[in-house]
């Protein structure tokens, strides 16, 4: 594979690249070139330090306030001690003197809750000679500064684990940086889910948003609807997630600092939504009589909010996530334009012959009921496109000028999120990382402020051609490529050249952690996948 | 995904379809449509019969000789009880009084040896009430009938097992049926080899075509050159192959009817060689001194000619396969043409300025080095293009016209293999199966004699982009439209629109018997895989 500098071959010059990574002091690929995505300031140093499986802990640091546990933190110990030093487990009693202590303190020590938009994910790292110290204002933040701790460990030939003296100060440059997951073009088993949620965390990634039900099926198990995934799901028992599920699901993203985002999809991609709910759709028309299928969402029916209101108070309360996704993307109108109803409906509206005025009319209602709910409502782009006086988040998903879009969004005073250069579903040369690397999302005119309003952004997943199969292989390494560009400083890791070996690596950490991660090219890994 | 019939619409017509299958009543996707790939006979009734696994049993024909066990079938009889009842285990005794026997004979009750190119697979198939027949001229045959029987086999609803009243008649339209793994770009473990050939048998493959060695590694263990792997192989413990591994896999294929062919590429191909193999390779010169730089093996040095035939001795008794393949694709003549031994050789020889004719002159001299060990040589298309004198199996590989090629070679009197079509490592749109299933290796002007020297194809997953990550869900189901093309007659499964429900139906079988097949279209399986 040829790789090299597309975007500014000066970025690649030795000089350069240690002035923008501030100080590196022994580039090493064992240790802090190897952390991925790459943290914001480094200082290393070449002095290392030998860690012992049994005599290596983690501790609370004691005089902040008296609470000093955390089961987020209790849980993430075990987790990274199996990390660390694969093979051992994590016991809270040292055998040894001579301990070496990785030491936590937060600012705000609340690990009740669950992360958000808003929520800090800063931290700071630092490793002397029998010990480290990780200080973040949140328990999110202390949680990205584990993972970097886990990658800065490694071993020498002979097995013996090490850890360079090192400086660690790091923070996101967006704060939204999603997975999207389709659940409803092939059933994903919530254990595919998990697995997901794992590599999610070793990339930094805080968003998996859950594309839960479109056309093809409706696998949640609605406690108000039962029968919309008894209806609407591939098979009512094996191809459903339960509320038990779904409470798992979040809760396991919850321990790995990663909020889950429900999707809701409508009017469109609702076929589904249809074989258990009776008078959702719209009846189409052929010749003046009903064709015997069915269109989007009937907007016209005063039971069609009803419902929808009904239901959405249960996703809201399911998910504590803020924010809800709504869809709104690819209405078909031609099933709209046949039926009568709809048409007079139009009319009696003064909505003359177009019908993404009556889609407006919709989202508008169905954001008001999610803003009673309390709830944040995102929407794809194409809601903003006829409609942009609906205050919402928007994701913008459309190829072409992706970047023309978000500046309309952004110049409308809206926040945005960028999911058009990562979409990693899409058949394509899947060798080829650095598409999803090189990508610039605030490579626009624009204020400071409007360029505050990109959020973040998001690899979304497709279910067409995924499903449990092939998910992890088509996911990673390349969503690593998308996590970098969404956590790292833009100028520090503009050069494809010299990230192509720091991914390698990255993707053989993967492996030894159990991600089916494809490779990037010809070589290999210490370890190989094994569980074929 | 639109599929439609791109050869020829007329071949979609039901009429002509249940013509061309012969007799097929009632067509039920259960049954007999449900085999792939599709047996050329096949004469259903809709009787139908209820298996019990406590009352199932396989059984030898008794009266045809004193033989009535074989190694390979009593291992394929415990194989395929299991696939027929997933969760039961096969035991000689039978509890019940009510049995249904499969009874097995065959012509040639040869149960040693080793499938070759010439082997018969031809088999027929009968079940009647209470019991089945299955005659095969030779043993191999007799694993492609248990392979047919064992996909007739279908459960309702309640989980009850049966099998409808058939005769089948079936015989493979080519006997060379290959899937070529590459080991040097990247190592595959044993396991996914194993796995891999498991896959194939399901799918009626029968030679795996172990690209072995390369430029980026030499994985395996030659006992006369040890230091070749020592040297050569990315990890000289962990990512070679033993004596005992390839032993593993020659049985393990052998108990599946299916060869290993090796292939030793050589004069290019060969940069690992040159690691644990001094002065294999030339040295490269630049501005009248040797750059330090290695080409292609060194075709002037007897040395040279020693090494090779004392390699191919090797591999000529650990591999039992009668064929070798020699590679001898995309040689580099720039080093050859640098170094002034070289040249001075050249014109020693008289070949002028024509690097091919030196490239001739060495594959010449490995030919005959095979020869003497009483082996076939296949070598790829280059060898050919260059110099179509020498005696030997061509495959054809190139894109573009490949059966412009097909049709020269066949006209010079030498017998093809096709690989061109079925490159699955290639990135591109990954569904696009149908693209390897409108493949006619036929289609070009020729006599039947002509005809008759493509002996088959193959499907080739190169190594640059796949290891065990990613090597199943890329092959399969894929490589199952390649198999459907090789087995099959052309005229019965001409039509994409047909073929594509059945190998939906037939992916969810792999994915029932633990292979990694990926989703062809939206939809779901009764059991999804579930080994994440």
């Given at each position: 594979?040829?790789v ?5 071959p000066?970025h ?7 002035f ?8 090493d ?27 290596f ?50 600012d705000r ?8 938009q808003?929520s ?20 999110w933040g ?25 400086e660690?100060?790091?923070?996101p ?26 590599a ?18 409706f ?30 699901v ?9 909020r ?9 991609h609702?076929?589904?939504?249809g ?10 028309y ?26 959405l ?7 504590p996530d803020?924010?809800?996704h709504?869809?709104?993307?690819e209405?078909?109108?031609s ?15 003064g ?15 169905i954001?008001?009921?999610?803003s ?8 794809w782009?194409?809601v ?8 919402m988040?928007?994701e ?14 952004v ?11 990562w979409?990693l ?10 598409r999803y690397?090189?990508v ?8 400071e402020?409007?360029?505050?309003l ?17 998910l992890?292989?088509?996911l ?18 503009s050069?494809v ?11 053989c950490?993967?492996l030894?952690r ?9 070589g ?9």
């Amino acid at each position: 594979m040829k790789v090299m500098c597309s975007v500014n071959p000066g970025h690649c010059t030795l000089i350069k690249y240690i002035f923008l990574l501030l100080i590196i002091i022994h580039l090493d690929l064992n240790t802090a070139e190897s952390v991925w995505p790459l943290p914001q300031i480094v200082i290393l140093s070449s002095e290392r330090y030998q860690l012992k499986p049994q005599s290596f802990s983690f501790g609370y640091r004691r005089y902040l306030d008296t609470k000093h546990s955390c089961s987020v933190l209790d849980a993430a110990f075990k987790r990274y001690f199996s990390i660390l030093f694969p093979g051992y487990t994590y016991d809270e009693w040292v055998f040894e003197n001579e301990v070496f202590t990785l030491t936590i303190s937060l600012d705000r020590h609340d690990c009740e809750g669950y992360p958000n938009q808003d929520s800090s994910e800063r931290y700071k790292l630092n490793v002397f000679a029998g010990q480290a110290s990780l200080n973040a204002e949140t328990v999110w933040g202390s949680l990205r500064g584990l993972e970097t701790f886990s990658q800065l460990v490694y071993q020498d030939d002979f097995g013996s684990y090490y850890i360079n003296k090192t400086e660690i100060e790091d923070y996101p440059q967006f704060n939204y940086r999603g997975i999207l997951l389709d659940t409803s073009r092939h059933y994903l088993p919530v254990q595919a889910i998990l697995k997901t949620l794992d590599a999610m965390a070793y990339s930094k990634f805080n968003v998996f948003h859950w594309h839960l039900v479109d056309d093809p099926s409706f696998p949640y198990q609605s406690h108000k609807f039962p029968d919309l995934s008894n209806k609407g799901a591939f098979h009512p028992v094996t191809h459903i997630y339960t509320q038990s599920d779904v409470r798992r699901v979040i809760s396991y993203a919850r321990m790995r600092g990663i909020r889950v985002l429900p999707e809701f999809d409508s009017p469109g991609h609702t076929k589904s939504w249809g074989k258990g709910q009776s008078e959702l759709l719209t009846p189409c028309y052929r010749g003046g009589t009903p064709s015997g299928t069915f269109g989007p969402v009937n907007p016209t029916l005063p039971s069609t909010y009803q419902f929808m209101a009904s239901l959405l108070k249960e996703v809201a309360s399911v998910f504590p996530d803020p924010y809800i996704h709504l869809g709104g993307d690819e209405v078909d109108f031609s099933c709209w334009r046949s039926n009568p109803y709809i048409r007079a409906f139009m009319h009696k509206m003064g909505f003359g012959l177009d019908f993404s005025k009556l889609e407006a009319f919709y989202i508008e209602k169905i954001v008001n009921i999610t803003s009673v709910l309390r709830k944040t409502s995102i929407v794809w782009q194409d809601v903003f496109d006829y409609h942009e006086r609906v205050r919402m988040l928007v994701e913008v998903w459309k190829q072409g000028c992706y970047l023309c879009e978000v500046r309309r969004v952004v110049k409308a005073g809206l926040r945005v999120i960028l999911a058009s250069p990562w979409y990693l579903d899409q058949p394509g040369p899947t060798h080829n990382w650095a598409r999803y690397y090189n990508v610039w999302p605030l490579a626009f005119k624009g204020t400071e402020k409007q360029k505050s309003l990109v959020i973040g952004g998001e690899v979304c997943l497709w279910g067409e051609y995924i499903d449990a199969t092939n998910l992890s292989p088509r996911l990673w390494p390349r969503a690593s490529a998308a996590a970098e560009r969404l956590w790292s400083n833009e100028r520090q890791t503009s050069c494809v050249e010299r990230a192509f070996p720091r991914l390698q690596e990255f993707r053989c950490k993967l492996l030894r952690r159990g991600i089916q991660a494809e490779p990037l090219y010809v070589g290999h890994c210490k370890h190989e996948y094994q569980s074929v």
